[in-house]
C-alpha cells in the first residue's frame, strides 16, 4: 500500500514533482522566517539593489515564457508538445527558486499576495490534471480555473510590483 502510494506521488517520469514539491515547501519555510538569499546578497559583495532588479527581471521574463504553452501549436507534433510541456514543468518548478533568491522574505501587501500565488500556481502545476483525472474526473475545470486564473492574476500584480518598487526606489538608490 505504502508503497503504490510513494510510486503514484513520486514516479520516475515526474521529477520535476518531486523536485518541484521540495522546492516549493523550501522556499515557504525559509520565506516566512525571512531567510531569503536577498538578505545576504550583500554579503557575498553584490550591490543588493542591482541584485533585486536583476533577479526581479528574469523572474518576470521566466514567468512571461510560461504562458508560451497556450500559443496555438503550428503542428500537430505531439512530441514537441510533449517536450513543450516538460519544459514549462521544470521552469515552473524553478520560478520558485528563483522567488527565494530575488525575496527577502513574504514582505507585506503586494509581496504577500503574489508570492502566495506564484506559490498556489506552483503546486497547481504539480498536482496537474494528470493527477485530478484519477481522483476526481470534474475537477478538470477546477483546476484550470485555478491554475490559469491564477497565472492570470498574477501578471498585472508582478508588473505592479516592479513599477512600485522603481517609482518609490529608483534604481540609484539601495
Known amino acids: 500500500m505504502l508503497h503504490s502510494i510513494f510510486n503514484f506521488l513520486f514516479p520516475k517520469n515526474r521529477r520535476y514533482f518531486t523536485w518541484g514539491l521540495f522546492c516549493t515547501f523550501c ?61 514549462h514543468r521544470w521552469i515552473g518548478s524553478g520560478i520558485i527558486i528563483l522567488l527565494f533568491i530575488h525575496a527577502a522574505s513574504f514582505g507585506y501587501a503586494i509581496r504577500t499576495y503574489i508570492s502566495i500565488t ?7 502545476g504539480l498536482f496537474h490534471l494528470q493527477f485530478f483525472r484519477k481522483i476526481l ?26 513599477w512600485i518598487a522603481i517609482i518609490y526606489k529608483g534604481p540609484g538608490q539601495n
Open 27 to 87: 522556499a515557504i519555510l525559509f520565506l516566512s522566517n525571512d531567510i531569503g538569499v536577498r538578505n545576504f546578497s550583500h554579503e557575498i559583495g553584490i550591490n543588493k539593489r542591482y541584485f533585486v532588479i536583476t533577479t526581479g527581471f528574469i523572474l518576470s521574463l521566466m514567468f512571461i515564457w510560461q504562458w508560451k504553452i497556450i500559443l496555438p501549436r503550428s503542428s500537430s507534433d505531439t512530441t514537441s508538445d510533449k517536450k513543450e510541456l516538460s519544459r
Open 118 to 124: 506564484l506559490f498556489l500556481i506552483v503546486l497547481s
Open 137 to 162: 474526473p470534474v475537477s478538470t475545470n477546477v483546476w484550470r480555473l485555478l491554475h490559469i486564473g491564477l497565472s492570470s492574476l498574477a501578471l498585472p500584480l508582478i508588473y505592479l510590483h516592479g
